[in-house]
């Protein structure tokens, strides 16, 4: 046995598992917090039962076996989907079902490996894919994902920056996406522009968390200790 415990075997791989079960709670939550649909016992899933069900009989973690897929609730649906309009009194809402992939590559992720990625989703019908991975996107993956994004939002994180959820940390004020009615109704309240809005970038960790789009509009609501709650508005650019 191991000092912490743990086999031998599972010794050998088990920081490697420790640090794909935080990113797999991380990649979970943020899926989550966009508005989809989890169970909580699968979001909040234990180490232990991570290696049960996403280990190799050698205790190595099986990345192949670390995919999911999610689909969007009854609120997100219905923040997605445009205002009826004469031309159009039934409009289709702009989210669908996600799909959530470990890749296995430790190398640089080239052109072939996003190629199949992207394939999958559009097959598949997926309406956004999230891919993670050990190493960085090459130049030319980066462009296939680009090319998508008319049919299919295509994102990438790395699994280092799903070690810790930036939205747990104390200093982090809550962020909420507002669906284009609220939009509409802040800007003409207050007699705005769009332009007028402070902005976000769509790099920014948080607006990458919540797959912020551009032209939309996010709710940052902090705490004071003496106005109490308060909340800013950003435009995501």
Known sequence: ???DGDSPVVGVFGKETARLWRAWRTIHEMVQDRGYELAEDEVKISLERFR???CQADGSPNR????FSARPSEAM???FTPPPTPSNPDPAPECGTIWVEFCPEKSSIGIGVMKKFVQHCAANNFKAGILVTFATLSSQARKVMTVTQQYTQIECFLEEDLLVNITHHDLVPKHVLLSREEKTALLKR???KETQL???LQKDPIARYLGLKRGQVVKIIRNSETAGRYASYRLCV
């Open 64 to 67: 192949l076996a670390m995919q």
């Open 77 to 79: 649906i219905k923040k």
């Open 190 to 192: 207050y007699r705005l």
């Open 1 to 3: 046995m191991s000092e």
């Open 198 to 200: 402070p902005r976000i």
């Open 52 to 54: 049960k069900q996403y």
